[in-house]
Each structure stands twice: as C-alpha cells, then as structure tokens.
C-alpha cells in the first residue's frame, strides 16, 4: 500500500474504487499526486459464475474492506461528492448485487456504479496508457485481465477506438476448470479451449489483437507474471512500471505457473497469497492472449482501471 501523510488542508482531494471479482483498490489524491493507493483481496466474485449470487461470507469480506476504505476517506477528508465507486464484473452478474450496492451506501454514503463492460474498457485503457508515449500512427491493445472478465480495447494516441469485454477472467476459469491441484492435463485443455473461443469472440467483435503495435497488460495478474519474468524476490511495483519484456519468456513462465501447485506458488516472493490459487487459470488467458499479437515484446503498466476512474472524477468537477 502506498499513503503519504494526511494533512490538514483541503487540496482538492478525490477518491476512486474499482470494485472487481477478485480485488478492490482504492486511491485517493489530489491528481497528479497520489496520497493513497491500496488494495484488498475479497473475492467478491466467489463462486458467482455456478450460482448466480454474491455470498454471505464474500459480502463480509467486502464489506471490511469498504469499512476500511470509509475510514481512509474520513482521514483524508474526501467528501462523498468526490469519490466514484465503480463495481464489475462480479457485480454485473449477481442477481443479489442490490445487497451489496445498499451496504456500500450505508458505510460510505456514496452510490455505487455497476459499469457495463464497455464503460469499464474505456476506463481500463484510459489508466494504462496515462504516461506511456504511444506512436502517432501506432495501434494500442490494452488488456486488463481481471477475476471475472477480461477487457480488450484498441486505442491510439487519441484514444480508444474499439473495444470488447469477455466474461473470462482468472477467478471465473479457474472456478470452471482447474478444480485439480495442480490442473490436470485435460483441466487445461478444457481452459485453454474455452479461452481460445472466446478470444475468437473477440477478435469477431472488432477487437483485431494481431493489428496491435504495441501490447500493454495491466492489473495483477499480468503484474505478477511480470515479477515472475523478471524474477523479483518481492512484488516491487516500482520495478515493474512500464517495463517491456519478451513475449516468449513470459509464455514460458505462465507455463511454469500452471504446472506448479498452489502451495509452490505460496512460495515464490512475489506472489500475492490471494492469488496463488487462480494465477494458473490468469497465465492460460495471458499466454493464450500473447500467442495472437504480432509484437515480440509488451508492456506492463502499474496504471490501470482505478486511474482511469480517479481521472473521470478529476474531470468531472473543478476543486
């Protein structure tokens, strides 16, 4: 987690969460500077894929977080009229997601947003490329692997010009496929098919991912096999932020990952515990994703929804 200290004066301040199936992230600041940035693993999205609803034991863990995340907004001051409280993937699909909006109302006092797909694509590539020098007469793909959906969006210096959001995602295949510790043969197989064809959705929906000239992967599953590809003996952000690395070696690793079991991935350094237990499901997406684009290299970036969200916010009002 990132904080610096609170202050006492009002700098204008916004708040921005990203509500996903695995994860939610907070940041809070005064853009460009950044006063919060942090994350808690919930798994919100548990088990929504077969039953259609958000559990109790998945609403209490949100639910700390959210209580968490009030208190941070009651330290630095941020009124509810600044934050944007943006909900996913998980929360598109549950029949019951109004239990989860009313108890996000009742501890922040803010309206959660169930995006569409579409909104949270734009979102998603908003963040990523914020900082990156893209080529004027370049191609962009942006694809933000989350729990239970993956955005693909295709943009330029400009901005994005075509986009699709897939209901596959690491929390959401893994549930569906790798019930084995680790996968057996045919569990990856049946993954990688039901990948493969609904990579085949995407690229019918408009979203050519050979066309791209430049490949950015964003959130934690492309950070983490990132740490993996460089062989980080910790997770360092820093140390990932905007680094270009092989297609090949990244494949490489994401095989690496879904032979090992989930207590060998406790071990690695890098490895978030909440993680451990889907990443084989994330690295089949990644490496079955890297397989199409047509660059050698791609680009990891530390930026993604949550700053696509903080900047809306910055844009929408004047403090």
């Known amino acids: 987690m990132t904080v610096s200290q609170p202050g006492t004066s009002d700098n204008g301040r916004i708040a921005a969460i990203d509500c996903g199936t695995n994860t939610i992230k907070l940041l809070i600041g005064a853009l460009p500077d950044v006063d919060v940035r942090t994350s808690r693993m919930v798994r919100l999205g548990e088990g929504v894929d ?112 075509a986009w699709y959001s897939s209901d596959m995602g690491s929390v959401r295949m893994s549930e569906r496929h790798l019930r084995s510790d680790p996968a057996t043969p045919a569990e990856i197989a049946a993954c990688v098919a039901d990948v493969d064809a609904i990579l085949d959705e995407v690229e019918a929906a408009g979203v050519d991912i050979s066309s791209a000239t430049t490949v950015v992967g964003i959130a934690g599953t492309f950070t983490t096999i990132a740490a993996g590809v460089l062989s980080l003996p910790a997770y360092d952000p820093t140390a990932l932020e905007h680094v270009t690395l092989p297609v090949d070696i990244t494949r490489a690793v994401c095989a690496r990952l879904v032979e090992m079991t989930t207590a060998e991935r406790l071990g690695l350094g890098f490895m978030h515990p909440g993680r451990a237990d889907v990443i084989d499901a994330g690295a089949i997406v990644v490496d079955r994703v890297l397989a199409r684009v047509t660059p050698a290299t791609w680009t990891v970036s530390e930026a993604d929804i949550l700053e696509g969200i903080a900047w809306s916010v910055a844009r929408r009002k004047n403090f």
């Open 50 to 161: 077969t039953t259609g609803r958000l559990s109790d034991a998945a609403l209490e863990r949100a639910f700390e977080a959210i209580d968490e995340y009030a208190g941070l907004l009651r330290v630095y001051g941020v009124p509810p009229e600044r934050v944007r409280f943006c909900a996913t993937s998980a929360s598109r699909d549950a029949s019951n997601s109004d239990v989860f909006v009313a108890g996000v109302r009742e501890r922040m006092g803010v309206e959660p947003e169930v995006i569409p797909g579409e909104e949270e694509a734009q979102l998603a590539y908003s963040g990523a490329v914020r900082g990156l020098d893209l080529p004027a007469d370049g191609t962009a793909l942006v694809i933000d692997i989350g729990g239970g959906s993956t955005e693909f969006v295709l943009g330029n210096a400009d901005g994005p010009f």
